[in-house]
């Protein structure tokens, strides 16, 4: 029997809870324009995304096993909260039901789902092992945040809904957006596990360089990305006669998160571990903050 505590820590919860607001946020937006809402369709949405991320984080710490007991000894597989056979069950359980909810939805979700936990097998296990290169990981974790489950994830959600396939620029800029974060997403967990990376010949960005040289490079690739979001919603904001609801909440909105994130960025104290591991927590709060403004733009004119 698995215990619900560590199935709950095995799931990494900030993941979980990253891909749940921007499947919802995702659908808020497609949801405007007919206004017909589907309680079925996104609950069987969720659940593909929970499921699928549940495999893709869960093989990571399957494969991990020797790594995580020096970087991260207080997760369940190396803490023996939970046995690697009950979590084999645990993510090919969870890899089959993403698949079926993908394909009840529709056939291109399960396309997107099965090359999505292609690439998350492909980031962990051999041959290509692409965890092992901070260049291969950080264009697979895009690829599967970025691009399939962010502008694939909006298409088939517009094309079963609304029966389109355009995508507004709103969607757009978020996707970029998406992308820049995941980029860096992938440099920055890595932070806090250079002892056991290291040991394992893992060529993350702060070993290769340096844990600063990754702090600088990857806050510069977020504030560009904020940067380009405000700079998109500009002549909306400033130059219409009356700007919309959704206007001034995407660019005020985008304003203050860029104000706190440049605090969060002059936190850091890089030769501090703990400082580190806790710049790194506030960093997923961007992440969800980020979908949190999307969802508060559409949502409430849902309504």
Request: with cysteine.
């Amino acid at each position: 029997m698995i215990g619900l505590n560590a199935l709950w820590k095995f799931s990494r919860p900030h993941t979980i809870i990253g891909s749940v607001i921007s499947i919802v946020t995702l659908y808020y937006i497609v949801y405007r324009v007919q206004g017909i809402f589907n309680l079925p369709f996104l609950l069987m949405a969720l659940g593909t995304g929970i499921s699928c991320n549940i495999f893709i984080v869960g093989i990571n710490q399957i494969a991990d096993v020797n790594i995580d007991k020096i970087n991260k000894p207080y997760l369940p597989i190396p803490s023996g909260l939970l046995s690697v056979r009950k979590a084999r069950i645990v993510v090919f359980t969870a890899l089959i039901i993403s698949l079926i909810f993908a394909l009840w939805i529709s056939p291109y979700l399960f396309g997107i789902v099965a090359l999505s936990t292609a690439i998350g097998w492909a980031y962990s296990m051999p041959p290509l092992y692409l965890k092992r290169h901070h260049v291969s990981a950080a264009l697979a974790i895009a690829t599967v945040r970025g691009i399939l489950l962010n502008a694939g994830g909006f298409l088939v959600f517009n094309y079963e809904i609304n029966h389109s396939l355009e995508m507004p620029v709103n969607v757009v800029i978020l996707t970029y957006f998406i992308l820049a974060f995941s980029i860096v997403i992938s440099w920055f967990k890595d932070l806090s596990d250079m002892e056991g990376d290291a040991k394992y010949q893992i060529k993350t960005l702060a070993i290769q360089y340096s844990p600063r040289a990754a702090l600088i490079t990857g806050n510069l690739v977020v504030a560009a990305a904020y940067l380009f979001t405000l700079y998109m919603k500009w002549d909306d904001f400033f130059n219409a006669e009356t700007p919309t609801y959704e206007t001034r909440v995407l660019f005020i909105g985008h304003l203050v998160l860029f104000g706190c994130f440049i605090l969060n960025a002059l936190s850091i104290r890089p030769g501090e571990l703990q400082s580190i591991k806790k710049f790194y927590k506030r960093f997923w709060w961007f992440f969800f903050a980020e979908y949190a403004v999307y969802l508060l733009a559409y949502a409430v004119e849902a309504f």
